[in-house]
Nanobody, 126 residues
Framework: QVQLVESGGGSVQAGGSLRLSCAAF??????MAWFRQTPGKEREGIAR???????TGADSVKGRFSISQDNAKNTLYLQMDNLKPEDTAMYYC??????????????????????WGQGTQVTVSS
């Protein structure tokens, strides 16, 4: 079992920054990822990081968002800079296990991830 606890969401003006955290309790995942979702839309993959530090991410946030982790603390981070109103969403972290999940090119497939956090809201005003 793995419990994921997110924190760091909030309200910010456009151009501002936020840092999300996701603490994992229990087994150490092979990979972790950030997703976001707005009402009526599918959950969108932002970035994934493997335990060895390899990352992959969505083009839509490249250059503005950065995923990182502290393996000693089993904590995942998402640094979000130059935020835009369209970044407003509920942000979720997810944990995956195994090579087939964590080395797949289809990292944005939500079915690959076994555990999910409760979500943290990010609101960006113009």
């Amino acid at each position: 079992q793995v419990q994921l606890v997110e924190s760091g969401g909030g309200s910010v003006q456009a151009g501002g920054s936020l840092r999300l955290s996701c603490a994992a309790f229990g087994y150490s995942p092979t990979c972790m990822a950030w997703f976001r979702q707005t009402p009526g839309k599918e959950r969108e993959g932002i970035a994934r990081i493997n335990r060895n530090g390899a990352t992959t991410g969505a083009d839509s946030v490249k250059g503005r968002f950065s995923i990182s982790q502290d393996n000693a603390k089993n904590t995942l981070y998402l640094q979000m800079d130059n935020l835009k109103p369209e970044d407003t969403a509920m942000y979720y972290c997810a944990a995956g296990f195994g090579k087939s999940t964590c080395y797949s090119d289809s990292w944005e497939n939500t079915n690959y991830y076994t555990y999910w956090g409760q979500g943290t809201q990010v609101t960006v005003s113009s």
